[in-house]
C-alpha cells in the first residue's frame, strides 16, 4: 500500500486546544498539519521548521529543544527544526508519519503536553515564510487536457493537442533558482518578441505576462540514478503537496518555444505557497482516476489498481487578482476562475514514476508542478491567455479597469483547499506574487 490509510490524526471529530483550528473555517485545522519555514518578522531566531495549527505556528526547533517527543517522532522533529526541511523529508514516510502523530497527540483536546506546547507557538501574523527546502531540480508538467487543448488551439489553430499528449505525462525541465515563496515580487521580465507580420524580432519588455494556476508536489525520499520507482511504489516518494505559480512571458514563449519548449519565457520567477500540505494529510480527499473510455489508456507502467481507485485528489483551486489601483483603494483581489486538481489528465504518482522510468535520480525537495489545471469550463480556465482567448476578449474587473494580460503592480492569490463530501476542510493557505516594472 503506497498511499497514505485513514488513522486517528484524520478523526473528524478530533480539536485542539488551539481554539482558531476549530472555527471550521481556517485552513489549518488539526487534520492538516502542513509544514513551511518561517522565522520572525522582527526580533528573528532565524528560520526553521514549523507547522500550522488554526491562527498560530508550532516551532518545531522549540519543540526539538524542548525534547518533547520520543523515538522516531523525536528523531523527525529533530530534523524539521532545521531552516529547510530537506533533511525530513528525506527520511521518508515512516518518520513524517510518526511526527503527524506526535504532533496530533500534543496538539488535541485534553494532550498532557498542552502546556509544554503552548511555549511552542509562534502567531502567523509575527512572521514571514522561506522557501520550506532547498530545491534541488523543478520540472513542469502540463497535466490538464483542457489547458493544453485551449493553449495548443492559440499556437497551432488546426493542430492543437499533439499525438502524444494522451500517451505520455509531458513535461519539461524548468528552473529552481527563481522559485519564490509567497510574497514574491519580480520586474517583468525583457527579451526577445516577434509579432506575427513583423520580420525581425525586438527586444524589450514582456507585453503579454500572465500567470498559470498549477500545484505542486515535492519528492521526498529520493531514489538512486539509475533506478525507477513503481507506480506501486511512487506515493512513498512524494511528500507533500503546495499552491504554484509558474508566471509566464507569452510574447517571449510564443518566439523561443520553437523546437525545445519553454526557456526565458518562465526561467524569470515562480511562486509557491509557503505550506506544503502532506499526502497523509490529503488521505481524506482521494478521489478515483481514468483516462474517459475512448482515450488512449495509460501503458502498464502508469497503472495500478490503487492510482485507478483513489490516484486522484479532490482539491478546489481559484486564483484571484489585486490591481494596484484596488489596492490603493483598500478593495480585496477578485476571483478570475476556479478550478480543481481532480481534472488532471495525469496522477501525482504517474508522474512521478513517469519522471523516474528512465532512470533520473529525484532527490529531496525537488518540485514536480502539475501544469496549468484548467478545468472544462470556460469559467475554470486558468490563465489570462485562456480566460482572454489570447488577449482578444479583455476581462472587465468590478473596478471598470481591465486586462487582457497581467500590468505592473498587479498581485495574483491562488487559494486551495479540500472538502469533497468530508465533515473537515483543509487548506493550503495562499500563494501571492505582484509584478513590478521592468528594470
Ligand atoms: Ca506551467
Known sequence: MTQSTLNETHNPSLKSWVQSANDGKTDFPIQNLPFASFNETTGGKGFRGGVAIGDQIVDLKAVSEAGLFDGLAKDAVDAAANEKLNTFMAMGKEAWSALRAALSGAL?????????????????????????????????????????????????????????????????????SSIGV????????????????????????????????????????????????????AEDHVFGMCLFNDWSARDIQGWEYQPLGP?????????????????????????????????????????????????????????????EKM??????????????????????????????????NMQAGDLMATGTMSGPDASEACAMIELTSGGKNPITLPNGETRTFLE????????????????VRIGFGECAGTVLPAK
Not at 497503472?303 to 486522484?312: F, L, P, Y
Not at 476562475?337 to 488532471?344: E, F, G, R, V
Open 182 to 233: 509567497s510574497g514574491q515580487s519580480f520586474p517583468r521580465p525583457k527579451g526577445q518578441t516577434k509579432a506575427p507580420d513583423a520580420a525581425e524580432p525586438s527586444f524589450g519588455p514582456c507585453k503579454r505576462l500572465d500567470f498559470e494556476l498549477e500545484m505542486g508536489a515535492f519528492v521526498g525520499k529520493g531514489n538512486d540514478i539509475g533506478e525507477s520507482v513503481s507506480i506501486e511504489d
Open 327 to 360: 489596492r490603493n483603494a483598500g478593495e480585496a483581489a477578485v476571483s478570475l476562475a476556479t478550478s480543481n486538481m481532480k481534472y488532471s489528465y495525469w496522477t501525482i504518482a504517474q508522474m512521478m514514476t513517469h519522471h523516474t522510468v528512465g532512470g533520473c
Open 108 to 176: 488535541a483536546e485534553g494532550s498532557e503536553q498542552q502546556t509544554a506546547m503552548e511555549a511552542c507557538l509562534v502567531a502567523q501574523s509575527d512572521v514571514e515564510y522561506g522557501n520550506p527546502c532547498h530545491i534541488p531540480d523543478y520540472t513542469d508538467f502540463y497535466a490538464s487536457v483542457h489547458h493544453a487543448t485551449n493553449i495548443g488551439a492559440l499556437f497551432r489553430p488546426d493542430n492543437p493537442l499533439l499525438p502524444n499528449y494522451k500517451w505520455i505525462p509531458i513535461g519539461y525541465h524548468g528552473r529552481s
Open 408 to 423: 505592473d503592480g498587479d498581485t495574483v492569490v491562488v487559494k486551495g483547499f479540500c472538502k469533497s463530501d468530508q465533515p
Open 263 to 323: 526557456f526565458l519565457a518562465k526561467n524569470f520567477a515562480s511562486t509557491i505557497s509557503p505550506w506544503i500540505v502532506t499526502m497523509e494529510a490529503l488521505a481524506p480527499y482521494r478521489v478515483a482516476f481514468s483516462h474517459p473510455a475512448d482515450d488512449p489508456q495509460p501503458l502498464p507502467y502508469l497503472t495500478s489498481d490503487e492510482n485507478s481507485a483513489k490516484g486522484g485528489l479532490d482539491i478546489e483551486l481559484e486564483v484571484l487578482l489585486q490591481t
